[in-house]
């Protein structure tokens, strides 16, 4: 997407050859190449969708989560998927949650994007 907004920019090819030719969606082209406040790789660090908990929230939510752990408490993924939700309701953030938790989808987004200081372990399995 980068490389189609700086050729659009640059005039060197049309919007519409470049999104065929390049098979990127006419109409997010457009909006990323008129978009002349922002240089090319700013127009990129803003695609996507924003995470439904702030970043002071969700580092919050990290932080306690490393607590725990140093404190030797294992969460499972239903704990932290509720804790999430305590947290929304708490600060005011729209409850899209579903229930009382959060989904399995925001949690394995969630981990994803904090993957550099969480680790998700499984409990050794026993046999009698």
């Known amino acids: 997407m980068l490389r189609n907004v700086r050729i659009v920019r640059e005039k060197t090819t049309m919007l519409k050859k470049a999104a065929k030719y390049f098979a990127a969606p006419n109409t997010t082209l457009r909006q990323h190449a008129h978009e002349v406040l922002l240089s090319p790789e700013d127009v990129m660090k803003n695609l996507g969708r924003k995470p439904t908990l702030s970043e002071k929230i969700s580092n919050e939510l990290v932080d306690c989560l490393l607590v725990m752990e140093v404190k030797f408490y294992g969460l499972t993924r239903m704990d932290v998927r509720k804790m999430a939700y305590q947290l929304a309701a708490r600060n005011g953030i729209r409850n899209w949650f579903k229930g009382e938790c959060a989904g399995r989808a925001w949690f394995d987004h969630f981990f994803r994007r904090h993957r ?13």
């Not at 550099?116 to 009698?128: E, G, N, S, V, Y």
């Open 116 to 128: 550099d200081r969480l680790a998700i372990r499984k409990q050794p399995t026993r046999r009698l």
